[in-house]
């Protein structure tokens, strides 16, 4: 069963929410859903842009047999091999025989390298595939596709599409977002900014937030374009002047590696409490300072990726890591090496340090951040030895008079 939604003459949009999953690559919390977005054109040629995850197969399949009505599918792009859009490119070939993949170069092998199994189903990916790069076109007859490289944005073979006569871009994972739709397919139909952008910025960060030099090349590129609809294979499409400056904005700001917000996320770790007190006071001390932003989270209990987010989206953290077993508390230590992998640069950075078990913690710390480029250190590290008494809030008053000043 397929309802049909046209997005531009003869362009069609297909979506699958999956509100089951636990965890994008099994790595992130899907509180509120994922969604694969694919698209088909219906030309003098037919072309599908993309497939779906397994968990959407269905709708998937069912949307393009009866968008297709009886036609044979003439092309399918692949603009990104991972297997949330690749999973049924096979059951496609096999009831589409004649159908040519348009892909990259480096989009085939990894194709060979992900679905092993063609061969088995009498598919030979080099015979059907036809290679394209930067600036090739594909002509439908009415729509002229044009094809953009976006290598590592998020994977090193991805390419996006220009649609040059409706001046649509299909954009990959770029501008996706985590969140099943609820209906509305575009940015203009929802508060964005409430419900969205959040999401949008987790997924960004958690998945592509290492590559800001390949965003911010693709970026440049779509500068030349004249773009009147962005659609992502994840989320929400992008139809307005307003939404489609809004996120690419978003974008160039987080792919530079600029704070989007001026503030303070405070990331602690507590055994027993005490370190919890001690963080919920320094919030508390930086409101009384007038600071507006404030985001306190203990790193065993929030969602690692939402930590990781907000790490990058305000201008200031506060890492109070305290020890264990004489190294760093390993939740503290992972996130640290996860978001320095991450590329996380250009930050105002505190610590308060913890004496129990030598101490170290903030060593470690200090020296996982050191690759960390142009971060720069704010107020005295407070060392603290078991529980914080009220003979060292002046301490705690200094640290957030500092953290204040610098914002
Ligand atoms: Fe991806
Ligand atoms: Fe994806």
Known sequence: MYYRREIKDGIYHLSGNDRRLSRFENMFTLP???SYNSFLILDEKTCLIDGMDNAVRETFDSGVASLLDGRSLDYFIIQHVEPDHCASINDVLMVHPGAKLVISR????LLKQFFPDAANMGIDYDEISIIVKEGDTLDLGEH???FIG???VHWPEVIMTYDKTYKVLFS????GA?????GHIYADQVDYEKDWLDEARRYYFNIVGRQGNAVQKVLDKAKDLEIEAICPIHGLCYRTPETISYIVEKYDTWSSY???TSGVVIVYSSMYGNNARVADTLATILSEEDVQHIKVHDVSESEISEIIA???RYSNALIFGMNYNTELFPKMDALLREITMLNYQNRKISYIAAKSWGGRGVNIAQDILSSSKDMTQVGDIVTIAGAMGQDQLSELEDLAKAIKKSL
């Open 172 to 175: 990959a994972d770029a501008f």
């Open 178 to 182: 985590f969140r099943a739709p609820d």
């Open 32 to 34: 509120k859903g994922v």
């Open 258 to 260: 600029e704070a989007e």
């Open 144 to 146: 002229k596709l044009q």
């Open 106 to 109: 480096i989009g085939l092998n």
């Open 310 to 312: 907000d790490l990058f």
């Open 150 to 152: 976006a290598p590592n």
